[in-house]
Structures are given as C-alpha cells and as structure tokens.
C-alpha cells in the first residue's frame, strides 16, 4: 500500500498526539511491502521587498491546507488509504481515510478548552469521523465516548492503544545518563515528577496543593519536578505555586528531550498524574515502563490503562492525592510492588503491536472502497 500519513502534528516540541504521531509513523516503515507518504503542511512564497530575496516562506494554515491542498497532495501520491492522526480529517479524499481520535473533551470538558479551539474544531471533528473508513481511538473509554458523544457507529471504532517507545525502560543506578541529567537539572535532592502540558485539565493546582500538604506532614525535603511544554491558562495554573509557599519547591523545567526525559523519570520517587480526564495517558505507562510507581486518577481512560499497577486516588480530593503521594513515599514495600506491577503492565502496549492494528484497519479500508 501507498500510505498517506499526516505529520501536521511533529511540529517541535511536540505533545502527546506528536509521540503517538512519531512512533506511529516509525514502526510503519518497517513493512517493506508497504510506502509512507508524509503529508507536510504547506506553505507559500508571500513578496517581502523586492526580486526573489525579497520573498518569504509562510505557513498555510492547517485547516485551510487540510481541507483544500491536502486532497491535491494525495492524489499526486497516488495514496491508496490516508491516516489523519490529530483528531480532525479532511471532509473529502481522493482514496479511503482513517482518523485516530484521541478523546472527546472538546464535548466533554468544553471549558478546558480555549474557546477559537472548540468553535473551530467541533464542527469538523464529527464530520469527518462520518466520512472515514474507520476511526481508532486510543482506548476504550475513548471509544465509548465517541459512540455516546458523537454518535460515531461502534462497528467502525477500532481500539489500538498507545505504547512506551522502546527508549523508555528502567535503566541501572550506575548508568552514566543518570548522573548526567542530575547535573544538568541540579537535582539535589529526590523528587515527585509529574510529565504533561501545563494547563487546568491535569489538575495541577489541586497537585501544588496536595504536594504542600505533603510536605507539611514531614516530607519537606522533596521537590515536585514539573516537565512538559506551557499550554492554555498556564500562567492561572502556576500562579499558585507562589501562592502556597512553594517557591523552589516546585521547579518547571519545561521541554525535556526524550533522553533526559528516560532518565527523570528513573530518578524520580514517583510519577504524579491525577489528570481530570485523558483519552489515554502515555505519561503514565512511560513511567511504569522505567520502574517510576504512578500516582494517578482513575478517570477516563486512566484506570483502564493502568490496570491494578498504580495507586489510584480520588483527583478532586487534595487529602486524597497528598495521602496517594505519602503511601508510595514512606511505604518501601508499596513502592517495590508498585515498581514491579508498572514494568509488567508497561510490557503490554507496543508500538509494533500498534502498528501492526493500524495496518491491518487500512487494508480493511482499502478492502471496502474496492
């Protein structure tokens, strides 16, 4: 098959539909039968002075280049069967699509959203889900959603789960990698990792809140790490950190590359992720496959994903999450078994497994336009 897979969303630095979008699109070129065909976004040549020196490049912007250019880039492909993995598709291809959805809270939670993103992308979502072959969502809760949110036929959802890529793996206390990542960060003293975007939707405020209280109850030589690009409202989000006393406390480090990011997170004592919802969550089984224990929420798609490998606590409860965060710190043995549970459970998603699902719906899909 020739394969057209949208890349719009590797643009550095990348989020989670990124990570899904790179490995994704690496474990499909090593089927030697088959060619991927990146669809890169647009651009043009706008005038800017005078002869051709004076030209600049612009960026078309993505819907517009989605739904009008992207078609014309296909059929100069000659695609048999299009991937759209961001969510939205275009309304009309010249050969079969396949849209991978990751959730719904643009229906679901419509207030963690900027607004111009809910008005620009409910409409399209819907439609294109309609026109596509197939739709694979990231989880069954995922699929569930689709079907009592958007009335998408449940035959036509295939779940394919996302996966730790293989760099992220427990790694030996005399690694030189560890060393070098706690010099470059000036990491002193242990700490509780979270690993996200910034922005209402992880819950980060009722975080800073249980991590004060913490550290109240006798655990005041930890730091909260906070890794991850700036989103929507993160400004609201990390203002609180003033507000609590936790100045130093709490350090944002922003974008870590993938190599740091392997090794923050076997440094780390634990992972905190008591997200209000998520269509999958691959911070989470990240961390469980580097021997980090989870702290974590069971809403969405959280509990499915983690199964009985991480400690689960109520996200809107700040004692909850602080009494979540003491169990793995203080009890030795909870965080041993929390450890071995994440690597098993972390062993179950792959990312040539996922691949091999997704190659399998485009043959279907190609196989019902025939």
């Known amino acids: ?25 690496q474990q499909l ?27 600049r490049r612009l960026q078309v912007n993505k819907t517009l280049w989605m739904q009008t250019l992207l078609p014309w880039q296909l059929a100069q492909a000659g695609a048999d069967v299009c991937h759209f993995t961001n969510n939205v598709a275009a309304c009309w291809t010249p ?15 419509p207030g963690y959203h900027p607004r111009r993103r809910v008005l620009a992308m409910r409409p399209l979502i819907p439609v294109g889900a309609r026109r596509a072959k197939a739709v694979i969502a990231v989880s069954a809760t995922t699929k569930r959603d689709l079907v009592r ?11 394919i ?24 960060y000036r990491l002193e003293r242990p700490f509780v990792l979270y690993v996200g975007t910034i922005e209402p939707r992880k819950n980060l405020r009722r975080l800073f809140e249980a991590f004060a209280l913490l550290r109240r109850c006798g655990f005041g030589s930890y730091d909260l790490l906070l890794v991850g690009n700036r989103g929507w409202h993160d400004a609201d989000v990390l203002a609180s950190i003033e507000r609590l006393g936790l100045r130093g406390a709490v350090r944002v480090l922003g974008y870590a590359p993938n190599d740091d990011l392997v090794a923050l997170y076997n440094l780390a004592e634990a992972l905190a992720f008591p997200s209000l919802y998520e269509g999958f969550g691959l911070p989470v089984v990240e961390a469980m496959a580097c021997g980090t224990p989870v702290v974590t929420s069971p809403n969405g ?5 983690v199964g009985q490998a991480a400690e689960l606590v109520d996200p809107t409860q700040v004692e909850g999450i602080a009494a979540g965060l003491r169990r ?7 965080h041993a078994e929390l450890q071995a549970a994440g690597l098993r459970r972390a062993a179950e ?9 997704t190659r399998r719906v485009y043959q279907a899909a190609v196989t019902a336009a025939c």
């Open 349 to 357: 998603f792959s990312w040539a497994g996922a691949a091999e699902q």
């Open 95 to 109: 050969c079969p699509s396949v849209v991978t959805i990751h959730d719904t809270t643009l229906w679901l939670f």
């Open 1 to 25: 098959m020739r394969i057209g897979f949208d890349v719009s969303a590797l643009r550095a630095p990348h989020g989670g539909v990124g990570t899904y979008t790179a490995n994704l699109l």
């Open 29 to 55: 070129r090593r089927f030697p039968q088959d060619e991927v065909v990146p669809l890169v976004q647009s651009s043009v040549r706008v005038p800017f002075g005078r002869g051709r020196r004076g030209e």
């Open 161 to 184: 789960y996302e996966a730790p890529a293989p760099h992220f793996q427990r790694l030996a206390a005399t690694d030189p990698a560890l060393d070098v990542v706690r010099r470059r």
């Open 149 to 159: 949110t958007l009335g998408v036929p449940e035959h036509k959802i295939h779940v």
């Open 328 to 334: 793995v710190l203080s009890d030795r043995q909870r």
């Open 301 to 305: 798609s959280l509990g499915e994903i």
